[in-house]
């Protein structure tokens, strides 16, 4: 110990500290390996043979899955998803119930649509025949933040999360309790659906980030202590006892 002291505050520094960013370091490994795991899930479904509605509910309609649909959209009760940025551009994801010739109730996401002028609300149409459809589960990958939708009784609505059980109690009708996004075909906007907000290669790079930062802090720990010894140690030869 004479060649390292590096004294109660720094020690305590370190107890506190090299935990926590080690911690974190290893928690943006585990998000990588989740953000793999998801993206190999999205391959999969992906290229999967849509299912039929009946199939899908049989298999408990996991994320990712798609979906052969047959039916018409409901224009009267249409959701408007705000805050929804496409390349720096404004927006909405535009909702809509949809009847499937099953008789079951599902609220399908058509797409982005832009809204510069927040004045009056974004222009959309809705078709009125029958539609066959292909669409997929989407499920969020985590809890999402609850927050209050506004109040509102006009439609279209204007929302800040999607809650299909709280539509389909507010309408009287059977429907399913998850959201599913159209591919590129007839009624749909833009669905050039985001995969993952940030991608396994950032995760790691966040890892990097935290771990150097533990590297550093320990450097610096064992340089000052070293650095305190040798000032202790030459005082005491300066002014011996």
Known sequence: MRHFRPGWGPSLIVLVLLPVLLGLGWWQLGRAEDKRELLAQM??????????????????APAFRR?????????????????????????????????????????????????????QMPAFDTPGRRLALTAWVYRP????????????????RLINRVDAPALWQELKRDGLPFELRLEPGPAAYAVNWPTVTLNPEQHLGYAVQWFSL????????????IRHAQETRHASSRHPD
């Open 43 to 60: 391959e999969r479904q992906s290229s999967a043979v849509p299912a039929s509605l009946e199939q899908l509910l049989a298999e408990g």
């Open 67 to 119: 979906v052969l649909l047959e039916g018409r959209f409901d224009a009267q009760h249409s959701l408007l998803l705000d805050n929804r940025t496409r390349l720096g551009q404004p927006g909405v994801e535009l909702l809509q119930p949809f009847e499937e010739q099953s008789g079951h109730w599902l609220l399908i996401n058509r797409g982005w649509l832009p809204w510069p002028d927040r004045r």
């Open 141 to 156: 990958p985590h809890s999402p933040i609850v927050l209050k939708n506004p109040a509102g009784e006009s439609w279209p």
């Open 214 to 225: 533990a590297a550093a802090l320990l450097v610096l720990f064992v340089y000052l202590g």
